[in-house]
Nanobody, 125 residues
Framework: VQLQASGGGLVQAGGSLSVSCAAS????????MGWFRQAPGKEREYVGA????????FNSAFVKGRFTISRDSAKNTVYLQMSSLKPEDTAVYYC???????????????????WGQGTLVTVSS
């Protein structure tokens, strides 16, 4: 299984940015796909995820409607669209996956078996 994240970069506060995660060796309809982030000196934290059937999306409280997660099963790709970005959103963003038979969405790092390499998002003030 390989997860290839891309799309990070530098954006000004209040701006928008999208990152994507292309999966290979894994079928999205049989996996929960999550996004995490890790800021310098901080632990990796859960951002959001989309369930196996694609119907459930659970985001962290700090997202507050600013981020949107979606997936394209035909492309085997998951997207994280971020808007109203703040300097505190600066972090390396990781996509993660776990094979599952349910639509449950875990939020713990340890629940995900596969990780992308991460893509840096920098929000300037």
């Amino acid at each position: 299984v390989q997860l290839q994240a891309s799309g990070g970069g530098l954006v000004q506060a209040g701006g928008s940015l999208s990152v994507s995660c292309a999966a290979s060796g894994l079928t999205l309809s049989r996996a929960v796909m999550g996004w995490f982030r890790q800021a310098p000196g901080k632990e990796r934290e859960y951002v959001g995820a989309v369930s196996r059937n694609g119907d459930s999306i659970f985001n962290s409280a700090f997202v507050k409607g600013r981020f949107t997660i979606s997936r394209d099963s035909a492309k085997n790709t998951v997207y994280l669209q971020m808007s109203s970005l703040k300097p505190e959103d600066t972090a390396v963003y990781y996509c993660a996956a776990a094979r599952t038979d349910t639509n449950y969405i875990p939020t713990q790092v340890a629940a995900y078996n596969y990780w992308g390499q991460g893509t840096l998002v920098t929000v300037s003030s």
